[in-house]
Nanobody, 126 residues
Framework: VQLQASGGGLVQAGGSLRLSCAASGLTISTTVTGWFRQGSGEEREFVSGISRSGGSTKYADSVKGRFTISRDSAKNTVYLQMNSLKPEDTAVYYC????????????????????WGQGTLVTVSS
């Protein structure tokens, strides 16, 4: 199983980026998929997740209304659209998946996810 995260970069505050998480070795629509981020010297934190069914999504309070998670089953890819970016969004963003949850569950702990991508760096300048 491999998860390839991409789409990070340098953007000014107020700008947008779209992150992609392409999966191989598993069918991403049979898993719950989460995005996490980790700033320098900080713990990894939950950003957003989408359930196996696709019927449930969850967001951290800090990104609600600005970020949108979606999935393209045909491309076996999950996306994170990030708008109105702020300097405090600067971090390495990781995607992760797990098969071990019910259709509508979206766990928020990194310990609940089994497979992880390599991370993509997002830098938001003020």
């Amino acid at each position: 199983v491999q998860l390839q995260a991409s789409g990070g970069g340098l953007v000014q505050a107020g700008g947008s980026l779209r992150l992609s998480c392409a999966a191989s070795g598993l069918t991403i629509s049979t898993t719950v998929t989460g995005w996490f981020r980790q700033g320098s010297g900080e713990e990894r934190e939950f950003v957003s997740g989408i359930s196996r069914s696709g019927g449930s999504t969850k967001y951290a309070d800090s990104v609600k209304g600005r970020f949108t998670i979606s999935r393209d089953s045909a491309k076996n890819t999950v996306y994170l659209q990030m708008n109105s970016l702020k300097p405090e969004d600067t971090a390495v963003y990781y995607c992760s998946t797990s098969r071990s949850f019910s259709s509508f569950s979206v766990p928020m702990s990194p310990h609940d996810y089994r497979y992880w991508g390599q991370g993509t760096l997002v830098t938001v300048s003020s």
